[in-house]
């Protein structure tokens, strides 16, 4: 399965009041690095594709943490396709800040389109987009 590294600063508007980052940003950082590694392989998390909106929805998500990452670290963050289903797939990320595991993290989005009335439908994972989550 493919996977994809990116970094990231750790801002001060990213910390609480201890100088950690707060535990819900590791869900924003998620969610840039998927974009990220989505784009390296010609889409996106959400597009018009056929004349309908198109994308992945989260419909699980979770992290788990192993130590305090702090302001102004550099976080490496490796985004890793874990299981690609016949509608889903399911990413794990690994942050890290030099050699020290920070938090390991999941999502888990369902392909979707809009359907013919206005509400999202669950459908198979097109050929193409399938062939490039799988490696």
């Not at 001060?12 to 590791?26: E, L, Q, S, Y």
């Not at 392989?41 to 419909?59: E, N």
């Not at 299981?83 to 993290?105: L, N, Q």
Request: with cysteine; net charge neutral.
């Amino acid at each position: 399965m493919p996977s994809f590294q990116t970094t990231r600063r750790v801002e001060f508007g990213d910390t609480d009041m201890a100088g950690i980052v707060h535990f819900a940003n590791f869900f924003r950082y998620m969610e840039a690095a998927e974009t990220e590694f989505l784009r390296t392989l010609g889409f996106s998390v959400a597009w018009t594709q056929d004349g309908r909106r198109v994308g992945f929805p989260r419909v699980s998500v979770a992290c788990d943490y192993t130590k305090p990452a702090l302001f102004g670290d550099l976080l490496t963050v490796t985004v890793t396709v874990e299981k690609v289903g016949r509608k889903s797939v399911t990413y794990r990320f690994d942050f890290t800040c030099g050699a020290d595991a920070i938090a390991t993290g999941r999502i888990t989005s369902v392909f979707c389109r809009k359907g013919d009335d206005g509400g999202m439908e669950s459908v198979e994972l097109p050929p193409e987009i399938r062939v490039k989550l799988e490696g």
